[in-house]
């Protein structure tokens, strides 16, 4: 079966950093995009940063950029992202999910489009 799980998450003051990781087993990693969703209690869940299958595009949330970085590690299977001076509003669950040769993401992609989704980790981000 696919699984995608992700660790990393925690607790962080304002201003800190940290990576989160979500291995992949169970698919061809190298043909499937990779993408982190989060959802904060009673929010929609929402795209926050994506990375193409063939790893040449990226897309970020505008509130982001600048501060996160998606990666991907395909010997590894895994996909990876780095999240530094985190606000308090980045507070929630991050989701971890997989499209088959997903390219192009936008404001607009819904998470009904991904093909497979992790359990989440939780970040809290609080002084």
């Known amino acids: 079966q696919v699984q995608l799980v992700e660790s990393g998450g925690g607790s962080v003051q304002p201003g800190g950093s940290l990576r989160l990781s979500c291995a992949a087993s169970g698919l061809t990693f190298s043909t499937y995009a990779m993408a982190w969703f989060r959802q904060a209690p009673g929010k929609e869940r929402e795209l926050v940063a994506a990375i193409s299958w063939r790893g040449n595009t990226t897309y970020y949330k505008d509130s982001v950029k600048g501060r996160f970085t998606i990666s991907r590690d395909n010997v590894k299977n895994t996909a990876y992202l780095q999240m530094n001076s985190l606000y308090p509003g980045d507070t929630a669950r991050y989701y971890c999910?997989?499209?088959?040769?997903?390219?192009?993401?936008?404001?607009?992609?819904?998470?009904?489009?991904?093909?497979?989704w992790g359990k989440g980790t939780l970040v809290t981000v609080s002084s």
């Open positions: 999910a997989a499209e088959s040769r997903g390219t192009h993401y936008s404001d607009y992609t819904l998470p009904a489009r991904m093909d497979y």
